[in-house]
């Protein structure tokens, strides 16, 4: 499954990403809640508590390409497009360090 760098976090709400700092993975879960100015982002690991990623820090999100949805620009669900676009989890989730 290829990844694609999503620059604009405010399209993530709902989505499972890879967080990667300065190319080097990092983290990985489903989006919680992104800042309305998407510069910061919740993440929400499986059965660990949620993560604060912040892009002046240089992190970068990467999700699997889906064109669709991550041309939205509302914060639906993405599980409940139309047209039956869905985002996939990656698996397996990377584990997130204190």
């Known amino acids: 499954m290829e990844l694609k760098r999503v620059t604009d976090?405010?399209?993530l709400?709902?989505?499972?990403?890879e967080i990667?700092?300065?190319?080097t993975p990092v983290c990985s879960g489903h989006v919680d809640a992104v800042t309305d100015n998407g510069k910061i982002l919740w993440l929400q690991p499986p059965a660990q508590n949620r993560r604060l990623f912040e892009k002046a820090e240089?992190?970068?999100?990467?999700?699997?390409?889906?064109?669709y949805w991550l041309r939205l620009r509302s914060?639906?669900?993405?599980?409940?497009?139309?047209?039956?676009?869905?985002?996939?989890?990656?698996?397996?989730?990377l584990p997130c360090g204190a």
């Open 20 to 23: 990667r700092q300065q190319g």
């Open 13 to 17: 709400t709902g989505a499972s990403v």
């Open 58 to 67: 240089f992190y970068e999100a990467w999700a699997t390409e889906e064109p």
């Open 75 to 93: 914060r639906e669900r993405p599980k409940q497009l139309k047209g039956g676009a869905v985002v996939q989890r990656l698996q397996p989730y």
């Open 9 to 11: 976090w405010t399209l």
